[in-house]
C-alpha cells in the first residue's frame, strides 16, 4: 500500500462515509446458539448450549480454563461443525464465508514481526473476499480506512505493525476483524497482557462497537472488566452455566461456585462480593 492510497481512500471515506451493512433491524438477534453439543476427538467439549447476542449488545463469556470458550467462538465461526444443535449468524447457518463474521484473536496468534504497515494488517481481513491474487480496489482501502477511523488508528495507518504498543496492536486485530462490516464481531481474551488504562480504553472501545449495532461477544478472564462493561455476562463451562444482568449474576454465588468449581472461601466469592456491596 502506498501513503496515496491511504490518502485517496481516506477522502473518499471522508466526503462519501458508507455505512455498515445491515441485513436485519437494529437491536434483532444476530447470534443465536440452540441446543449446541460439540465434540473434539470423540471427546464432547460442549453440551446442550443455549446463547442469544442481540445487535446493539456486548456480551462477555466467562468461564475456567478448558470450560469451552474458544470452542464456542470456532463454532460460531464455522470452523468446527456441532454434533447437534444448530447456530446461526444474522438468521442463516453458521459457516465460513457465508455471513461476514468479525473475529479478534489473542495477540499471541499474529506474527507481529512481519513487514507490515497498520493498513496492510487490517486489509488482510479481506483476504478470504479478496482471494490472494486480486488487487485491492479504492473500495477496499476505503473499508480499510473506515475500521481504522472506528479504532481511532487512522492517523497510524502508514506505521510499521513491530513499532506498535500492545493496545494498538489490538486496536488493529479489532480494525481488521472490522473491516468485512460484520453485524457479529467475536472477541478472544482481548485484555490478556494489557495494563489497566489500555484495557479501560479497549473496554470503551467494544461498548462503543456494540452501540454502534453490533453484537459483541468477548471471552475474558477479567471478571471485574467484564461485570462492569457487558450488557449480560455467560458463565461457560461446557454448558451455559448461567446469563444476565452483571450485577444480578454477581449476587448467584451458587452460579459462580457452580461454574468454577470454587468454595464458599474462594478469592473469587470475596471480589464478586466487593463489586455488588
Not at 470475596?270 to 456491596?277: D, G, I
Amino acid at each position: 500500500m502506498t501513503a496515496a492510497d491511504v490518502a485517496t481512500a481516506a477522502s473518499a471515506t471522508a466526503v462519501s462515509p458508507r455505512p455498515a451493512t445491515r441485513s436485519r433491524a437494529p437491536g434483532s438477534t444476530a447470534l443465536v446458539l440452540a441446543g449446541v453439543h460439540v465434540e473434539l476427538g470423540g471427546r464432547p467439549v460442549l453440551r446442550d448450549v443455549d446463547l442469544t447476542v442481540d445487535r446493539g449488545e456486548l456480551v462477555g463469556l466467562l468461564g475456567p480454563n478448558g470450560a469451552g470458550k474458544t470452542t464456542l467462538l470456532r463454532t460460531v465461526l464455522g470452523l468446527l461443525r456441532p454434533a447437534r444443535g444448530t447456530v446461526t449468524v444474522d438468521g442463516r447457518r453458521a459457516a465460513p464465508g457465508r455471513v461476514p463474521v468479525g473475529y479478534v484473536p489473542q495477540r499471541h496468534e499474529f506474527a507481529w514481526e512481519f513487514p507490515l504497515s497498520v493498513a496492510d494488517v487490517v486489509m488482510t481481513g479481506l483476504t478470504g473476499r479478496l482471494g490472494l491474487l486480486r488487487r485491492p480496489r479504492t473500495a477496499d482501502w476505503e473499508a480499510v480506512v473506515e475500521a481504522l477511523a472506528l479504532v481511532r488508528m487512522a492517523d497510524l495507518a502508514e506505521r510499521p505493525v513491530g513499532q506498535l504498543s500492545g493496545g494498538q496492536r489490538q486496536r488493529v486485530l479489532v480494525a481488521r476483524a472490522l473491516v468485512l462490516r460484520p453485524a457479529l464481531l467475536l472477541l478472544d481474551e482481548p485484555f490478556t497482557g494489557l495494563d489497566m488504562p489500555t484495557q479501560e480504553l479497549l473496554q470503551a472501545l467494544f461498548v462503543d462497537l456494540a452501540r454502534d449495532d453490533r453484537a459483541v461477544l468477548m471471552t475474558t478472564h477479567d471478571i471485574p472488566s467484564a461485570l462492569d462493561a457487558c450488557d449480560r455476562v455467560a458463565l461457560l463451562d461446557r454448558t451455559v452455566v448461567a446469563c444476565g444482568a452483571p450485577r444480578t449474576l454477581a449476587a448467584d454465588t451458587a452460579a459462580w461456585s457452580a461454574a468454577f468449581g470454587v468454595g464458599p472461601g474462594s478469592t473469587l466469592l470475596r471480589v464478586l462480593k466487593a463489586v455488588t456491596s
